[in-house]
């Protein structure tokens, strides 16, 4: 069973970072591209960042570049979003996902399983 723990969320004040975790488990983390997407209330899930299954190719929506860095430790079986620069528009749940191929991918429709969410909230 495939399973993604997600955590690092917490309240920042503007400007300031946050870095988000992904463990996973239940398939060979390696073997796969991973995605970290975003909700924020009364707005649809949308892409953060994704990246291929050895770390080499990243890709990031427009919102965030430059200020988000996405990485892996395949041995570890870890996922990250590093964080910096943070605004109040990026408060959303954050969320960890497995590609269903290899490769980075930006569409929704090409992540198959999801983790539980973790809380980001920008506020002074």
């Known amino acids: 069973e495939v399973q993604l723990q997600a955590s690092g969320g917490g309240l920042v004040q503007p400007g300031g970072s946050l870095r988000l975790s992904c463990t996973a488990s239940?398939?060979?983390?390696?073997?796969?591209?991973m995605g970290w997407f975003r909700q924020a209330p009364g707005k649809a899930r949308e892409f953060v960042a994704g990246?291929?299954?050895?770390?080499?190719?990243?890709s990031y929506a427009d919102s965030v570049p430059g200020r988000f860095i996405i990485s892996r430790d395949n041995a570890e079986n870890t996922l990250y979003l590093q964080m910096n620069s943070l605004k109040s528009e990026d408060t959303a749940v954050y969320y960890c996902?497995?590609?269903?191929?290899?490769?980075?991918?930006?569409?929704?429709?090409?992540?198959?399983?999801w983790g539980q969410g973790t809380q980001v909230t920008v506020s002074s």
């Open positions: 996902a497995k590609g269903s191929t290899a490769d980075s991918n930006r569409y929704y429709s090409s992540y198959g399983s």
């Open positions: 239940g398939f060979t983390f390696d073997d796969y591209g």
């Open positions: 990246i291929n299954w050895s770390g080499g190719r990243t």
